[in-house]
Structures are given as structure tokens and as C-alpha cells.
């Protein structure tokens, strides 16, 4: 009778040995051992890692094509009577250019704007701002042009955007509009011109206040 009862012990013990040495084994391979451990997609060596790309500048005249020295770099901002003119962009095309005839399609313009030809179609970035306390306008209202663009002591032409001309404040071609009392507008603008530029400026004149800033100056001056 002793004797049936410890090999019953003994077999029991041995079976729970099995199991809990099952166990065991299981667990075992479910973790990596810490010598032939893989590191993480998140941990990247000092050496891999690249250094952050430098932003391109900003592309906003292309008078060194003409060999032109600026007196200032774009933008350059001038104010009148309340309201505040920056040109950001100013590019003169050749009007037979695909720049220069896309432009003019999509939006309407039109290179008969004097009675020499054209030569040239100048596209303009601008932003204007009302900092006055009444409103600032072109339109049926104010026919009276705030601002112009002068090249070699011209006032450049703007010919009429055909498209957009009947839209007050358009963002991409720029014809009528009106400033409330701190309100601001980016938009566009192109001009003609009939030879190579050499003298550059822009000037505001409104409610008695008038000031002019050259881009390119004569030489020698």
C-alpha cells in the first residue's frame, strides 16, 4: 500500500514538473534575448542621420539678366496718406515669351498698350494696406491711381485685365478695389514696357502724402 502511494506521489510530481517546465519554455522564447536583441526602427546611429534641407530662396526679380545693380532687395514698401504699397515680385518678360503670352491669356491682357511696341510685359506682386481711417480706393468712385511703377522716368502702363477688370479685389489680376480702414490685399499686376530697363522706382502719391524708392538707381548716382 506504501509503496502504490509513493510512486502516485511520484508521478504526480513528475507531471507538474512537465508542465510547469512547459511554461517555462514557452516564456523563454517569447523574449529576445538582450544579446541578439534588434534595435528599434526609432534609434538611428548619429552617422545616418541627413541634416535638414535648406529652403530655396525666394525668386523675386530677374534684373540680373540685365545686368542691373538694386539699390534694395525686394520687397520694398512706400505709404501715402494712410496707405502702405509693397512690391514683393517684379519680373520683366519678353512679350513673346510663354511666360509672358500664358499670363495674358488667362487673364485677358492685351501687349497694344503703346504706340511703340511692346517689348516687354512686367509682372508685379503687390501688397496694399489702408492704415487711415477712411476708405482707399480705385474704382468708378477714384479713377486716381495710389501708386506707380517707373522705369527710365516712365510711368509704366497697366493694360486692362480683361477677365477680371469687373471684380473688386481679385487676387491674381488686379484691377479695381477698395481698402476699408485696416484692410489689406496680395494680388498682381502687370505693365508694359517698350526697351531694356535701367533706372527702376516706385512711388505713392495720395491724400497729400507722396513718397518714392529707387530699386535701381542711375549709375553714379
Given at each position: 500500500m506504501k509503496k502504490k502511494i509513493v510512486e502516485a506521489t511520484m508521478a504526480a510530481t513528475m507531471l507538474l514538473g512537465a508542465v510547469?517546465?512547459?511554461?517555462v519554455v514557452a516564456n523563454a522564447e517569447a523574449v529576445t534575448p538582450v544579446a541578439t536583441?534588434?534595435?528599434t526602427a526609432a534609434v538611428k546611429s548619429t552617422a545616418?542621420?541627413?541634416?535638414?534641407?535648406?529652403?530655396?530662396?525666394?525668386?523675386?526679380?530677374?534684373l540680373s539678366k540685365f545686368g542691373l545693380k538694386k539699390e534694395v532687395d525686394l520687397p520694398v514698401t512706400i505709404s501715402a496718406g494712410g496707405l502702405t504699397y509693397t512690391l514683393e515680385k517684379l519680373m520683366f518678360y519678353d512679350v513673346k515669351s510663354k511666360e509672358a503670352q500664358s499670363l495674358m491669356k488667362i487673364y485677358g491682357y492685351s501687349d497694344r498698350i503703346y504706340k511703340t511696341p511692346t517689348k516687354y510685359m512686367v509682372w508685379t506682386k503687390l501688397t496694399i494696406e489702408n492704415k487711415g481711417s477712411k476708405v482707399i480706393q480705385v474704382s468708378a468712385v477714384d479713377l486716381n491711381e495710389k501708386w506707380h511703377l517707373k522705369v527710365d522716368s516712365v510711368?509704366?502702363?497697366?493694360?486692362t485685365p480683361g477677365k477680371t477688370m469687373l471684380e473688386l479685389n481679385n487676387k491674381e489680376a488686379l484691377w479695381n478695389w477698395v481698402l476699408k480702414p485696416g484692410e489689406k490685399l496680395s494680388s498682381y499686376q502687370m505693365y508694359g514696357y517698350f526697351k531694356d530697363p535701367s533706372v527702376i522706382s516706385i512711388y505713392a502719391s495720395f491724400g497729400g502724402g507722396f513718397e518714392?524708392?529707387?530699386i535701381v538707381k542711375r549709375p553714379g548716382e
Open positions: 510547469l517546465g512547459q511554461g536583441a534588434k534595435p545616418s542621420v541627413k541634416p535638414t534641407a535648406t529652403p530655396m530662396p525666394i525668386m523675386r526679380d530677374n510711368n509704366l502702363l497697366a493694360p518714392e524708392k529707387y
